[in-house]
């Protein structure tokens, strides 16, 4: 077991990747530790506020099972203010 922790920033006007999911048995947790800018997740370069997970002040976690070939994760703010997120992603590998 592993456990991966860190701080994304999302940048204003912009959809980046923020982290990657390993394939096989895991899961993570995204949250903002404070009231900044909404921040929307997924897994497509195309993530907007009406597609995306919003992260969630209280943390939010996801399963993902054996047979999951792993994901990377794109945020987006969805206007002009940047903004960021922590995630701790925990693997059974």
């Given at each position: 077991?592993?456990?991966?922790?860190?701080?994304?920033?999302v940048?204003?006007?912009?959809?980046?990747?923020?982290?990657?999911?390993?394939?096989?048995l895991?899961?993570?947790?995204?949250?903002?530790?404070?009231t900044?800018?909404?921040?929307?997740i997924?897994?497509?370069v195309?993530?907007?506020?009406?597609?995306g997970?919003?992260?969630p002040?209280t943390?939010?976690?996801?399963?993902?099972?054996?047979?999951?070939p792993?994901a990377a994760y794109?945020a987006?703010?969805?206007?002009?203010t940047?903004?960021?997120?922590?995630?701790?992603?925990?693997t059974g590998?």
């Amino acid at each position: 077991m592993s456990m991966i922790m860190g701080t994304a920033v999302v940048p204003a006007n912009s959809t980046v990747v923020t982290f990657y999911l390993p394939a096989g048995l895991s899961n993570f947790t995204v949250y903002q530790p404070t009231t900044p800018q909404r921040v929307f997740i997924g897994t497509s370069v195309n993530v907007s506020a009406s597609s995306g997970i919003p992260v969630p002040v209280t943390p939010l976690s996801q399963e993902v099972y054996n047979s999951s070939p792993g994901a990377a994760y794109y945020a987006t703010t969805g206007n002009g203010t940047a903004s960021t997120f922590c995630y701790i992603i925990s693997t059974g590998n």
